[in-house]
T-cell receptor, first 115, second 112 residues
Framework: DVKVTQSSRYLVKRTGEKVFLECVQD?????MFWYRQDPGLGLRLIYF???????EKGDIPEGYSVSREKKERFSLILESASTNQTSMYLC??????????????FGPGTRLLVL | DQQVKQNSPSLSVQEGRISILNCDYT??????FLWYKKYPAEGPTFLIS?????DKNEDGRFTVFLNKSAKHLSLHIVPSQPGDSAVYFC???????????FGQGTRLTINP
């Protein structure tokens, strides 16, 4: 059974703080993703990684960075949190190849509030 | 530029009846489509998918239909049950591209 865990379910931070969101998966997946979910906008891809130390920008990378030092762990970093980054953040992982290669498995999400 | 659109933010259906959720896409290069279901305070979970070489895929109470000429897909749930109340996301991709493109989601409410 695939498990994707996220370090926090809820976070409250101040404007300007550096914020780290951690994601760990236990299925040896090559791909890992960070999304944010906002009402009326669906899931928007922030960054993804298809291998250790590899990263690619998604649709809305501004204000974010990522780190993937180990295959199972993918971190999202808000360098200087702003109120417009208040959102639900979802991590996902998937295999790169296989019959259902594009099925992504999601973590439970981190609801971030920036004051 | 929203490449995958779910134009109905919400849908309310009576228990036991059919639920039909719709999704439109603009990129003709998409060749694989998925539906995810999301409960509050949980991450989305994969529900059903369809390749562009098919026009229908069925899994129990869930059936996805694909109309490539109209760039439209739909998810049918028959019969609808209270546990089906959730937000449903349509997603599309170009196989090999690794990235999913999601729609805005439709909140389905099944009334007893």
């Amino acid at each position: 059974d695939v498990k994707v865990t996220q370090s926090s379910r809820y976070l409250v931070k101040r404007t300007g703080e550096k914020v780290f969101l951690e994601c760990v998966q236990d299925m040896d997946h090559e791909n890992m993703f960070w999304y944010r979910q906002d009402p009326g906008l669906g899931l928007r891809l922030i960054y993804f990684s298809y291998d250790v130390k590899m990263k690619e920008k998604g649709d809305i990378p501004e204000g974010y960075s990522v780190s993937r030092e180990k295959k199972e762990r993918f971190s999202l970093i808000l360098e200087s949190a702003s109120t417009n980054q208040t959102s639900m953040y979802l991590c996902a992982s998937s295999f790169r190849t296989g019959p259902i290669q594009e099925t992504q498995y999601f973590g439970p999400g981190t609801r971030l509030l920036v004051l | 530029d929203q490449q995958v659109k779910q134009n109905s933010p919400s849908l309310s259906v009576q228990e036991g009846r059919i639920s039909i959720l719709n999704c439109d896409y603009t990129n003709s290069m998409f060749d694989y489509f998925l539906w995810y279901k999301k409960y509050p305070a949980e991450g989305p979970t994969f529900l059903i998918s369809i390749s562009s070489i098919k026009d229908k895929n069925e899994d129990g109470r869930f059936t996805v239909f694909l109309n490539k000429s109209a760039k439209h897909l739909s998810l049918h749930i028959v019969p609808s049950q209270p546990g089906d109340s959730a937000v449903y996301f349509c997603a599309a991709l170009i196989q090999g591209a690794q990235k999913l493109v999601f729609g805005q989601g439709t909140r389905l409410t099944i009334n007893p």
